[in-house]
């Protein structure tokens, strides 16, 4: 009877929370550096050259062997440069820029295999799981981010862009103000390989779809730079158009460093029609947290 009571209690112990810690890599995809080539979207503007960090951590709940609902926190930081890019007409652009990413998301989980679950406890004659368990998943949910694009000034320091207005936010005929907190869309795949009943690695790749295009500070048309420099200063207009002037701003007037802050009002500075996007590429370490329903009393 004894054997069969201490049986009954390994099969109640379960793994339904699971803490996730991970670490990688970031990368961005908007109006500011990209790939070689004009306005581009999505994978086909990827540029390695800007790739940053990440770190997570985030809590699981398998609520069976197929699904599973996860929260996350993360810290990152993305990047953009046109100078990194060999477009002639991004690098006469000449914008740069650097933003951390402070994400909360909550997202669901969908197991391609079911878990195996093997054994809780090393008992005589009993190894464990029987076979590695390699696991498979898609993943999407929603959440929100805080982000702070700041720009590398001829001085080499880095300035807060928002305060600065680049592209006329608040002013008269320019856009309205933009917020520093916005809602993403992750999406994405993800695998990981149990080393025990409690411990697992694994590796994901997730985008992270957008509700602002201003990441990159950048996303409509160039402001008159005399307004914004006698409302916010030297440091603003400058990079509000910092373009190298190699290239015309406007179809009818040439582009020199004295007229083409002028010329190139009204022009295109960035490309609203697409929203902002940032992608992480992390490793993770999982440990399952067990837990036990106890009973006040044996049930036989």
Not at 13 to 26: D, Q, S
Not at 64 to 90: C, Q, T
Not at 252 to 266: C, E, F, I, K
Request: aromatic content about 16%; charged content about 25%.
């Amino acid at each position: 009877m004894v054997p069969l009571l201490v049986k009954a209690q390994f099969r109640r112990k379960r793994y339904k929370y699971e803490v996730v810690m991970n670490i990688g890599g970031t990368n961005f995809l908007g109006d500011v550096g990209g790939s070689d080539q004009v306005g581009t979207h999505f994978l086909k503007d990827f540029n390695y050259q800007v790739s940053r960090q990440v770190i997570g951590i985030g809590l699981r709940y398998k609520t069976n062997r197929y699904w599973a609902i996860k929260g996350d926190l993360y810290w990152g930081e993305v990047g953009g440069d046109d100078a990194l890019s060999k477009e002639p007409f991004r690098q006469n652009r000449n914008i740069n820029f650097k933003s951390i990413i402070l994400e909360a998301s909550v997202r669901f989980e969908g197991y391609f295999t079911k878990e195996q679950q093997g054994h809780l406890y090393r008992l005589k004659n009993v190894h464990g799981m029987k076979r590695r368990d390699i696991q498979a998943y898609f993943f999407a949910g929603v959440g929100a981010f805080y982000f702070n694009p700041k720009g590398k000034y001829i001085d080499g320091n880095y300035y807060a862009l928002r305060p600065l207005h680049t592209e006329g936010e608040g002013l008269p005929g320019g856009p309205r103000e933009y917020s520093p907190v916005a809602i993403c869309i992750p999406l994405g795949l993800g695998a990981k390989i149990a080393l025990d009943q409690k411990w697992s690695i694994g590796i994901e790749y997730g985008i992270r779809y957008t509700t602002t295009d201003y990441i990159d500070d950048t996303s409509g048309k160039y402001y008159n730079n005399d307004v914004i420099r006698s409302n916010y200063g030297n440091v603003a207009a400058y990079f509000a158009n910092p373009s190298l002037a190699k290239y015309p701003a406007s179809l009818d007037t040439p582009g020199t460093p004295s007229n083409y802050d002028q010329a190139a009002t009204g022009q295109e500075r960035g490309d609203p029609k697409y929203k902002d996007a940032y992608m992480f590429m992390t490793v993770n370490v999982n440990y399952k947290i067990p837990y036990s329903r106890r009973r006040t009393r044996s049930k036989f």
